[in-house]
């Protein structure tokens, strides 16, 4: 067994603020680009729009906040709930009080569990 302290790293792009990304796992093979991210918006922080490479799942696990695909409409969204964007939607999310997100990327649809809508 290794005991792992991944390293964060503040996220600028696409004029997010108030975004830390921890990297939680980057497999290069064998599927080249499947990652898990650990995403903290501060309170007012936002990731800006852009568009996505992979099927990208952004699962909220603390706090509130809300996301936006191609219609460009915010949803809101708390712990426990997920957005799914699909590969080349144009996305973006945010939290007024601040929210901590899994978010998993990779090249096929991950399946959704029970109960997902």
């Avoid at 696409?14 to 830390?20: H, L, P």
């Avoid at 899994?102 to 399946?111: G, S, T």
Wanted: with cysteine; glycine share 14%; proline share 6%.
């Amino acid at each position: 067994m290794e005991l792992l302290t991944p390293s964060a790293r503040q996220l600028s792009s696409y004029g997010s603020s108030g975004v830390e990304l921890l990297r939680a796992a980057l497999v290069r093979e064998p599927q080249d680009g499947f990652a898990v991210d650990v995403v903290q918006l501060a309170p007012g922080g936002s990731i800006g729009r852009h568009p996505t490479r992979l099927w990208l799942l952004f699962l909220v696990v603390s706090g509130r906040g809300w996301v936006s695909g191609a219609s460009g409409d915010r949803r809101p969204l708390r712990a426990g709930e997920a957005a799914l964007w699909s590969p080349g939607e144009d996305h973006t999310s945010g939290s007024d009080e601040g929210l901590t997100a899994v978010v998993v990327q990779c090249h096929v649809r991950p399946l959704a569990g029970e109960g997902a809508s």
